[in-house]
């Protein structure tokens, strides 16, 4: 075989044998909508009924299209509120005084029609609405006629809270005289009632939801007492479960029969679920952890999969949109040796290193490590080399390696260790990078874990979730340390670790050295404080309010026993510190005289304001032992871009990668004293996580070279095509 067609094998062979690309997790993406604005429905074309609650005057029904807010008015009530919204853009709701009683209304069109005395839950595309009337009986509304459905069996209350095209209705009902009786879920059709039956013949159970398909999903109390979702079909209930015995309640469900929800816990924040394959899924493990936000209530869901809900972060709630991400294609072993077949083992295995292996950049597959056999072209390879012209430098000064797919860092040591997470369908577990590996370290026993943290030996801070409350951890040499229900946020060379705890009534910084736990109190007279960082030399920053319930904070340094408030750019709003390196220097940001959070660099006594980010609000990611800072800004409560610190201001990292490859950096979590940055970013609009690496001048391929790599055979079509894939689908690894 002449070595022509020897490369074409090499070359074409595995590509034509190669499996499709596989799907990474789908992942959502979050929108936030108007601060003032309840959402309580949404149909396919994304309109979102709901509330806008106006100062002084209560709450009025609205509409949410198209990035704007419709305010419908209250009526004659004083308030008013807008429940569901057909695929037609029609609103149902209700109106009255503060304190009842309700009547409801129909919105369309721009014009309202009075219902009468009835409370509505929910519309149909014909226009029926259902609810429950005044005297406590389930109500039909349909062609201006108001129906009441009666009861189950001899109960005395019903509510009605769903209604599908076909005119199917859905709600609960009791069973016999005694308003405390145990309640049914039921199904109104055909003018007949029909008991869905429970899980387990005790009180509480509702359908809450209908298709057009028939379909029916609610909730049942199940046999330990909690409320477990149900999904219902032909006649039979399917127990779908509860997240470890919550309480939980079903927000909404769509024509594929994808229910979403809010799981309640005795303890600790609500749950936001996602039905996936017959069981629920935290939504939070379908959201970029690195945000910050977390789903704390599912609402309703569209047939595009739209969610709305709400999220919070840092004791801040928004009304949200979850959008599905595009599935991300992960990149085929065999798209990537194709790209490292000819540059990597002819050029730098073969002639640059002389055979022998100097740092090669190894392709993996399937079926086993792929090392070509090219030694045939070693002559042809040099002669390239010798060849190529002087290379011209680009002035990029970071180049960008994508981290494996579902690996979320947090930390960086200078080791090139990273702390962080791994993505599941079930959830977070702590993981750990170190030179390619990701080791999952599972959950400690909880329903979740991740790291937040790392030291120079390996040591991990993190939190992990045992018994539905959050705790925070220390893990090394293998052992986990468990600090007691709050959070870990840091950990230094000692293995001191710092975070916050839960009290009765309050929140309070913590330092956790030698086996012993010691609370570092609040400034002034606060109730709530947090500490962030700690440096070998056992000096704390974090942020603490002055007041009970106070909403503004301070940065502080702790050290020898004490407190001490660093200042602030304006005197309001919150403001903390964030990181501190062994030399003293100390990293946050607060809000400054415009409104937006900036930087700060506070060192000897001074806190000194390194601006804001283009108008963006920002978050401080980490500092290193030379005092560079990495962060993120923000417009609105998205992060944008990512930042770096240079002579006393913020620099766009976009700004120091080659726009060539197509990156854009959005988030920046941490650097080390090398330069090493990790954060993430995206590519053709697929994110992921990235480490940057400092590049100094970073070669381009010169044309010479590219045509002396593209042989006969690469020349082809085909082959061209496969290239410009890989790389746009692998980046650098091509």
Known sequence: MSMQKLLAALLVVPALLAPMPGKAEVLYALNFLPENFFPTDINNAGQIAGSIYLNDVGSHAAVYANG???????????????????????????????????????????????????????????????????????????????????????????????????????????????????????????????????????????????????????????????????????????????????????????????????????????????????????????????????????????????????????????????????????????????????????????????????????????????????????????????????????????????????????????????????????????????????????????????????????????????????????????????????????????????????????LTAFLYSQGTLTTLGHLGGGDFSTAYAINDTGQVVGESNLAVLGTATRPFLYQGGALTELGTLAGRGLNRAAAINNAGQIAGYGEAGNGLRHAFLYESGVLTDLGGFGGRDIVIGGMNAAGQVVGTGFIGNSPDAAFLSRDGALVGLNALIDPAIGWRITDAFDINDHGQIVGNACQGGQCSAVRLDLAGAVPEPSGLLLSLLGLPMLARTRLRRYWRQCQRIAGQSC
């Open 68 to 506: 704007a807010i419709t305010d419908v008015g209250a009526f004659s009530g004083t308030v008013s509120e807008a429940v569901a919204i057909n695929e037609a853009g029609t609103v149902v709701g209700n109106f009255g005084l503060a304190r009842g009683p309700w009547h409801a209304f129909i919105y369309g069109n721009g014009t309202t029609q009075e219902v009468g005395s009835m409370y509505a839950l929910d519309i149909n595309l014909h226009g029926d609405i259902v609810g429950q009337t005044d005297t406590g009986a389930r109500a039909l509304y349909s062609q201006g006629t108001l129906t009441t459905l009666g009861y189950l069996g001899t109960g005395d209350f019903s509510t009605a809270t769903a209604i599908n095209d076909a005119g199917h209705v859905v709600g609960t009902s009791t069973i016999d005289l005694d308003f405390h009786s145990r309640q049914h879920p039921f199904l109104y059709n055909d003018g007949a009632l029909h008991d869905l039956g429970t899980l387990d013949e005790r009180e509480f159970n509702s359908a809450v939801a209908i298709n057009n398909a028939g379909q029916i999903a609610g909730y049942s109390e199940s046999p330990g007492g909690g409320m477990h979702a149900f999904f219902y079909e032909n006649g039979v209930m399917t127990d779908l479960g509860s997240f470890g015995g919550l309480n939980l309640d079903v927000g909404g469900m769509n024509a594929q029969g994808d229910i979403v929800g809010t799981g309640d816990p005795w303890e600790g924040p609500p749950i936001a679920f996602l039905t996936r394959n017959g069981a629920l899924v935290d939504l939070n493990t379908l959201i970029d952890p690195a945000s910050g936000w977390a789903m704390d209530r599912a609402i309703g869901i569209n047939d595009h999969g739209q969610i709305i809900g709400i999220a919070c972060r840092d004791f801040s709630c928004s009304p949200v949109r979850l959008d599905l991400a595009s599935a991300v294609p992960e990149p085929s072993g065999v798209l990537l040796s194709l790209c490292g077949l000819l540059m990597l083992a002819v050029l730098r295995f073969h002639v640059l290193a002389g055979h022998q292996r100097a740092r090669p950049t190894t392709v993996h597959t399937k079926q086993g490590t792929i090392m070509p056999n090219l030694k045939y072209r070693a002559a042809l390879a040099l002669l390239a080399v010798l060849l190529v012209p002087a290379p011209v430098y680009a002035e990029a000064t970071y180049t960008v390696t994508r981290l494996p797919d579902r690996f979320l860092p947090t930390q960086i040591n200078n080791a090139g260790q990273m702390a962080g997470a791994i993505s599941f369908n079930t959830g977070l577990h702590t993981g750990v990078y170190d030179d390619g590996v990701v080791t999952d370290l599972g959950t400690f026993g909880g329903t979740y874990s991740f790291a937040v943290a790392m030291n120079e030996a390996g040591d991990l801070a993190g939190n992990y979730g045992p018994g539905g409350n959050g705790h925070g951890f220390l893990y090394r040499n293998g052992v986990l340390q468990d600090l007691g229900v709050g959070s870990a946020w840091g950990i230094n060379s000692a293995a001191d670790v710092v975070g916050r705890v839960s009290g009765d009534t309050t």
